[in-house]
């Protein structure tokens, strides 16, 4: 396989090897070109993990740094992204009152903060549901991702947030109570008129735009690696794919490349991307 002419990095995207293709959808990225991404900590069930204890989130993201080694014997470099998912809250709010979710959530993320803070991730994940719930669910969701913002503020690391389509313009306000830089707070599947840091789904129609204008985004493809749901959200080959059409087609160059997949990768994860 011939070097890399351009870093490519899949900003959001997950391997299963439990439930779906792992290591060979890691080898399908790299061999369309990818050459970096953040490997996104999985929902708790997923995994076959029942929590009942913010330290029980560990094997989750234990799980998750096992399948990370697993890829970087390919030669990918890959960044850990540890957090607890906002759909998590319906889950437990199953069997313990919402208050007691929203807790147990919170102790989670203050496990993956500890694993930030030895140096074992880059950075959190957390939100709030994308779905319609109750006031009080949606409140207390509010508040756990309140907590993600202090502790990604304590720990000086980027934030991922899953949230509903849009803006979300009060995360700002949120942000700023947490003292949290906006700038590193990463709107995981954004529209661009987030004032967050947008990550956009690759094939996004925004996106040709976007390079024009010189806007800083990243490009995800949120890969799920499920076989019962194969290639959702899109498959593994699509940010190299997609980034190679634009530079063949010339609305992106090779500075735009290093613009998106280098620079303002290291500017919001606080990470060096660099070509091996």
């Known amino acids: 396989m011939k070097s890399p002419e351009y870093p490519v990095t899949d900003d959001h995207i997950h391997f299963n090897p439990r439930g779906g293709r792992g290591l060979e959808a890691a080898k399908d990225f790299l061999r369309a070109g990818g050459t970096h991404l953040f490997l996104v900590s999985l929902p708790s069930w997923t995994l076959g993990v029942d929590v009942s204890a913010g330290t029980d989130y560990g094997e989750v993201f234990d799980e998750t740094l096992r399948i990370a080694e697993m890829i970087r014997s390919t030669g990918l470099t890959v960044f850990t992204v540890l957090g607890v998912h906002p759909a998590e809250m319906n889950r437990l709010a199953e069997r313990m009152p919402v208050d007691e979710a929203a807790g147990l959530m919170m102790a989670g993320l203050d496990c993956a903060a500890s694993y930030v803070r030895e140096g074992k991730a880059v950075a959190l994940k957390s939100g709030r549901p994308h779905y319609d719930v109750s006031p009080e669910m949606l409140d207390a969701s509010n508040d756990v991702l ?5 502790l ?3 720990c000086g690391c980027a934030l991922q947030i ?5 803006p979300c313009d009060d995360v700002v306000t949120m942000a700023a109570a947490a003292r949290m830089p906006v700038e590193r707070v990463v709107k995981h599947y954004a529209s661009p008129d987030t004032p967050l840091h947008p990550s956009l789904i690759a094939k996004h129609d925004a996106v040709p735009q ?3 204008e010189r806007r800083r985004f990243t490009m995800e493809s949120d890969y799920m690696d499920e076989n019962s749901r194969p290639g959702a959200v899109t498959g593994p080959k699509s940010v190299p794919k997609y980034t190679g059409r634009l530079v063949a087609a010339g609305v992106m160059t090779i500075e ?6 280098k ?12 070509l091996k």
């Open 210 to 212: 976007m390079v024009r």
């Open 263 to 274: 620079d303002t990768v290291e500017r919001v994860y606080g990470v060096t991307v660099e």
């Open 162 to 166: 899953h949230a509903e389509s849009g």
């Open 152 to 154: 990604s503020a304590e």
């Open 256 to 261: 735009d490349c290093y613009f998106i997949h």
């Open 146 to 150: 309140s907590h993600a913002l202090r």
